[in-house]
Structures are given as structure tokens and as C-alpha cells.
């Protein structure tokens, strides 16, 4: 019987996060940690999930999960589900057997790292395989995107079009940009360790702005244009202006009442240790921090956060989008 090993790659994001929402710029980068998913045909009628990372296993008969009856299923698999339904919807029945979903992840969850939009990626994709159906990596990137918005709420898109993709990107809602980087730039990760929800942490910048809009929208669009300063840097590999603009970011975030503490203690530590710029990545609250160090400042940045107790790690920037592993039509 059929398996496919499928994978896509999580994200940070380097400029324009929350900004984003309202329409405005923002950069991000795929990173070389990714999610993969398995699936496997097996001789029953049932459909089996099991997440390693998150010690969760649930099995459900597949014509309920083609008729979408998802009630009892828990909150953490419910997107997934809900993607596994979408699927036989849109693609009729096409499973003599059940399948086996496993699940391995390289990527934090909950820690603004794009771990569930990777992982919505790698399982339609390996679906798409397991299905032999015709999907466009639009089509990929909708039905990925429809299960993102079970976790969400109302996401940009744009952790999907980077686990679909790969890259640098600069992204507005419904387009996006390739950047061809002048220089690799070392990216260090700090986690919180503290886990918040993107949607929370979206709707308190949502009301912030309901009650101070002249303000906040000043602060959004000043977000929006260190995105488009960025591009510049980013092609000339200007480190230097790089981290002036993830400082300044950082700053503008805090306006926005989405750092905390921890956020402030873990960029602290990475600017003593000799980073240019450090910020919060993603939706803030909790989650990670990046930094950009200075040249031979990589290992000490890293330990100034280690030392802080959290953890920390050199993330290499990903140019490969979602891809087959193993299996399917490619192999
Ligand atoms: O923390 P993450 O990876 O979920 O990123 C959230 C980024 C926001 O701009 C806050 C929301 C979004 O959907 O773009």
C-alpha cells in the first residue's frame, strides 16, 4: 500500500508582523527547520492521526470524516481534520482504504514559528500525492489556508505562501515578492518558551486600534514602511541597516502592546552579546525573538540568551519551499 513522506518548511517573520492585517508590507524568510508529515494507506475504513510532538492519537470512520462530522475531535488535530474532510469533499472518494496520518515536527508549536501553517502545507501536499489528484500549489495553498483559519482566525497568509515556497518574501494580503538576498544573513532565534495565540494576540492590536485610531494606524503604516526600507538592505546584505530596522520594529511592536517581559529580557540579551537589531517574530505575547549578530557574534548571542535560561539556535534561511520526501509520484 501507499505512503508518502511530505515536509515543508516554518518561518519568521523579519518585518511587518500584525502591520500586515491591516494591509500593509511585510518580510519574512522560510527557515531550514521543517514538519513532515506521513501518510499511509491501511486496510481499514478509518483515518488515523497521530501527532508525535504533541502526544495526541485519534481515528475516526472515514465516511464520517467525509461527510465532515468532526465533533469530538480535539482542538490541536481539529484543523488537520478539517483538511482531511475538505479533501474527500473536493475530490470525491477516491480511497479504497483508510490512512495512517503521522506527524514529526522540527518546529516549536505555538511560538510564532509557522509551525501549523507548515504542517496544513506538508499534509495537503502528501494528500494531493496519496489521492494521485491534480492540485495547483494554489489550490494547495487554499486548502491549507481554509485549515489555518480554524487555528487562527484570521490569518494573512502569509506563513502559508512561505511553507508552500520557501525563500525571502515580501508579502502583502493576496501578493507576494520574491527578494534575492545580497548576503546570507545569520539569524539567531531566542524562545520565550512562553505559548500565546496568534488570535488573541491579533484581536488586542484590533482593539488598540478601535480605540486610538488616529494613532495606531500611524504606528501600522510606519511598520508597513520598515518593510519596504528593508528590501534595499536586504539585497545589499547591509547588516548594519538591518539591525537599525528590526530596533526600530522592536519598538514600534511595543507600541502596539504585543511584547512582554520576556520578549524584552531575551532582545536585551541579544543586543548586549553584540546583536545589530533583535525583535519579537510573529504575533508576539510569547514565542521567539530573532536576532541579526554582528559578524563573530553568532555564539555569543545564542549564549546570552542561553544564559537567560531559554533556548536558542542559529536558524539557516530555507530556499525550498513544501516538497515530497519519499513516495508519491516522485519517488
Ligand atoms: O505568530 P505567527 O507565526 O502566527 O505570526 C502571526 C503574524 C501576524 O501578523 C500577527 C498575524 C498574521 O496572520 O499575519
Redesign the pocket.
Known amino acids: 500500500m501507499n505512503r508518502v513522506v511530505a515536509s515543508a518548511p516554518g518561518?519568521v517573520?523579519l518585518f511587518?508582523?500584525?502591520?500586515?492585517?491591516y494591509g500593509e508590507p511585510?518580510i519574512a524568510a522560510a527557515i531550514r527547520r521543517r514538519v513532515y508529515v506521513s501518510v499511509e494507506e491501511i486496510a481499514t475504513d478509518r483515518i488515523e492521526i497521530e501527532s508525535r510532538n504533541l502526544k495526541i492519537r485519534e481515528s475516526m470512520r472515514l465516511e464520517k470524516c467525509t461527510r465532515g462530522e468532526l465533533e469530538g475531535v480535539s482542538a490541536e488535530l481539529k484543523p488537520l481534520w478539517h483538511l482531511c474532510h475538505k479533501m474527500l469533499e473536493l475530490h470525491g472518494h477516491p480511497l479504497k482504504h483508510g490512512l495512517r496520518v503521522e506527524i514529526r515536527s522540527e518546529i516549536p508549536e505555538s511560538?510564532?514559528?509557522?509551525s501549523?501553517?507548515a504542517l496544513a502545507t506538508a499534509l495537503a501536499l502528501a494528500l494531493k500525492e496519496i489521492f494521485s489528484v491534480d492540485m495547483s500549489p494554489n489550490d494547495i495553498w487554499n486548502i491549507a489556508f481554509e485549515s489555518e483559519k480554524i487555528v487562527?482566525g484570521?490569518?494573512?497568509?502569509?506563513?502559508n505562501t512561505l511553507s508552500l515556497h520557501g525563500g525571502v518574501i515580501l508579502y502583502r494580503k493576496g501578493s507576494m515578492k520574491r527578494i534575492r538576498l545580497g548576503q546570507t544573513i545569520p539569524l539567531v532565534v531566542g524562545d520565550t518558551g512562553v505559548s500565546r495565540s496568534?488570535g488573541k494576540?491579533?484581536a488586542r492590536?484590533r482593539m488598540l486600534r478601535e480605540k486610538y485610531p488616529d494613532v495606531i494606524e500611524e504606528v501600522i503604516r510606519a511598520i508597513g514602511r520598515l518593510s519596504l526600507l528593508s528590501v534595499q538592505a536586504l539585497v545589499d546584505g547591509d547588516l548594519e541597516k538591518l539591525g537599525d530596522l528590526m530596533n526600530i520594529n522592536q519598538g514600534l511592536l511595543e507600541a502596539l502592546g504585543?511584547s512582554s517581559p520576556e520578549i524584552s529580557m531575551l532582545v536585551n540579551a541579544a543586543r548586549k552579546a553584540g546583536a545589530l537589531g533583535a525583535k519579537l517574530?510573529?504575533?508576539?505575547g510569547g514565542?521567539c525573538i530573532i536576532a541579526l549578530p554582528a559578524k563573530n557574534a553568532i555564539n555569543n548571542v545564542v549564549e546570552s540568551i542561553k544564559r537567560v535560561g531559554r533556548d536558542a539556535f542559529l536558524a539557516e534561511i530555507e530556499f525550498e519551499g513544501a516538497r515530497i520526501e519519499s513516495g508519491g509520484a516522485h519517488g
Open positions: 518561518k517573520i511587518g508582523e500584525h502591520a500586515v492585517v511585510a511560538a510564532g514559528l509557522g501549523s501553517a487562527h484570521r490569518p494573512s497568509g502569509i506563513d496568534t494576540m491579533v492590536v504585543v517574530t510573529g504575533a508576539g514565542g
